[in-house]
């Protein structure tokens, strides 16, 4: 191989390996049971994620503090900013071309089928890895659940607001989306994302708190505000 088959044979074995990552997890879950398959993923991470990242730093030379890469720690704020946004704005683009890949081979109601149903597995997954990530207990309540969706990688490219606040009850608003905003900007009608938004909003609260519930305010294509594109309330 020439050199720059090397560098592309280099970056297909990293997403191999996140698939690999990924179907272990699924059979497991399959297996045991989601629950369980989450601990089993807890251990497995921890162990594999010092493994990389001693291996990584060794061959690109370079240092480590706490676990995390130096040349990383040593990025302005700023840049890094841009580089979490970045990396957010990646798995959207990649998440819309999963949809339109469907869409394209099988139609629209196969491609919102399979949205939603992702959405199912994918929402309790980022609420454990936020939660996880945030150390919080296993009822956080409705304080947890706020500060979790801040943590979401939405809130790096959306920008949403909290409403309405109670001891028992809030409505969240995303006031501007990013897939939204971008069908206004061509003219388009709002994309229909109310069957996703209640499998997404309703897992990721339920895996954050199972005492929190979930009602839709207005979602697309329900009529909306312009205020916000959609609004959510959680209560326990």
């Not at 900013?81 to 970045?86: A, I, P, S, T, V």
């Not at 905003?181 to 895996?207: H, I, M, Q, W």
Request: charged fraction near 30%; include cysteine; proline fraction near 5%.
């Amino acid at each position: 191989m020439n050199k720059k088959e090397t560098v592309r044979l280099i970056i297909d074995y990293f997403q191999r390996s996140m698939m690999h990552h990924a179907m272990w997890f699924a059979e497991v879950a399959h297996q045991l049971g989601r629950e369980k398959a989450f601990e089993i993923m807890k251990t497995a991470s921890d162990r594999s994620y010092g493994i990389h990242m001693k291996r990584l730093a060794k061959i690109l030379d370079y240092d480590l503090e706490d676990g995390l890469p130096l040349p990383m720690l040593d990025l302005p704020e700023e840049k890094l900013e841009e580089l979490k946004k970045g990396v957010a704005v990646n798995w959207l683009a990649t998440d819309g071309v999963w949809f339109q890949a469907v869409e394209f081979s099988r139609g629209m109601n196969d491609a919102k089928r399979c949205n939603d149903s992702c959405w199912g597995q994918f929402s309790p997954f980022e609420a454990w890895s936020i939660k996880r990530f945030l150390g919080l207990p296993e009822n956080p309540g409705l304080e947890g659940l706020k500060r979790a969706l801040q943590y979401r990688l939405y809130a790096s490219i959306n920008e949403q607001s909290f409403h309405e606040e109670t001891g028992s009850s809030f409505v969240f608003h995303m006031d501007d989306c990013r897939v939204q905003s971008a069908r206004k900007r061509k003219g388009l009608d709002d994309y229909p994302c109310k069957s996703g938004g209640l499998v997404e909003y309703t897992t990721f609260a339920e895996n954050i708190d199972p005492r929190i519930r979930t009602k839709c305010i207005a979602c697309p294509p329900d009529p909306h505000p312009e205020e916000y594109y959609c609004a959510w309330r959680f209560w326990i």
